[in-house]
C-alpha cells in the first residue's frame, strides 16, 4: 500500500486549521484523534453547499468549529486484507477509507496498486 501518513485533528479544530493542514500537507482526509472517524475535503464541499447556503449567510468561516460538521467513521481492516475485499468494503461507503496498520486506504489507494508495475497476478 501506498505510504500515507496518518494525520490528525482535534474536536477543537477550526474550519481553518483544518484546511490549512490539508494544504500544507497535500491531503484530502484528516482522522480525529483517538478514533476512527474522519472529515475530508468532499465533506466540508457538502457542508457549505447544503447546510451553509455557499456561505451568503455565514460570517467567519474559517473560525467555525469542526465540532458543527459531520464526521464519517472509516473501517478498520486487518492488514492481511486482499484489495478485493478492501475494494467491496469500500463500494458501499458513501466516503470510501479505510484503516490498517496505522494507514488510511482509500479507492485512489486501490487503482494506485493495481497500476503499479509490481503488481502480481
Known amino acids: ?65 469542526i465540532k458543527d460538521f459531520k464526521v464519517e467513521e472509516a473501517t478498520s481492516v486487518s492488514g492481511d486484507t486482499k484489495i478485493n475485499e478492501l475494494s467491496q468494503i469500500m463500494y458501499d461507503m458513501e466516503h470510501p477509507c479505510v484503516v490498517s496498520n496505522g494507514k488510511i486506504i482509500t479507492p485512489w489507494d486501490i487503482c494506485v496498486i493495481l497500476l503499479s508495475e509490481d503488481m502480481r497476478i
Open 1 to 65: 500500500m501506498p505510504e500515507k501518513p496518518l494525520l490528525t485533528f482535534s474536536q477543537d479544530s477550526t474550519v481553518g486549521d483544518i484546511l490549512n493542514l490539508m494544504l500544507e500537507k497535500n491531503i484530502r482526509r484528516l482522522m480525529l484523534e483517538d478514533s476512527n472517524k474522519f472529515i475530508n475535503d468532499r465533506i466540508i464541499l457538502q457542508k457549505i453547499t447544503d447546510e451553509l447556503k455557499c456561505l451568503k449567510e455565514t460570517e467567519n468561516f474559517l473560525e467555525l468549529s
